[in-house]
Nanobody
Framework: VKVVESGGGSVQPGESLRLSCTAS????????VGWFRQAPGKQRGLVAG???????????NYASSVKGRFTISRDDSKNTVYLQMNNLEPEDSAVYYC?????????WGQGTPVTVIV
């Protein structure tokens, strides 16, 4: 099993980025997927999640700090989950990690950094 994030970078406040999380070695549509982030000196926290429509309810959920600005979506035909991040703020700067999850299985990617430069 392999999970790979991509799409991070440096942007200015108000700009947008789209992160991708691609997994292999699994039946991706069976898994719930979450985007987490960790800033220096802070704990890793959930940003957004999307459940499997096959084994779960297909619903999405968001941290209150990103609701209305970030959108999570998935394309199971491409084994990929996206995180569209609009109107980025300096507080969004962190390393963003993808977690692919089902029952006792938990897989993490290596992370992709996002920096919002003031």
């Amino acid at each position: 099993v392999k999970v790979v994030e991509s799409g991070g970078g440096s942007v200015q406040p108000g700009e947008s980025l789209r992160l991708s999380c691609t997994a292999s070695g699994m039946i991706f549509s069976f898994y719930d997927v979450g985007w987490f982030r960790q800033a220096p000196g802070k704990q890793r926290g959930l940003v957004a999640g999307i459940n499997s429509a096959i084994t779960n309810d297909g619903k999405t959920n968001y941290a209150s700090s990103v609701k209305g600005r970030f959108t999570i979506s998935r394309d199971d035909s491409k084994n990929t989950v996206y995180l569209q991040m609009n109107n980025l703020e300096p507080e969004d700067s962190a390393v963003y990690y993808c977690n692919v999850d089902r029952r006792a299985e938990h897989y993490w990617g290596q992370g992709t950094p996002v920096t919002v430069i003031v």
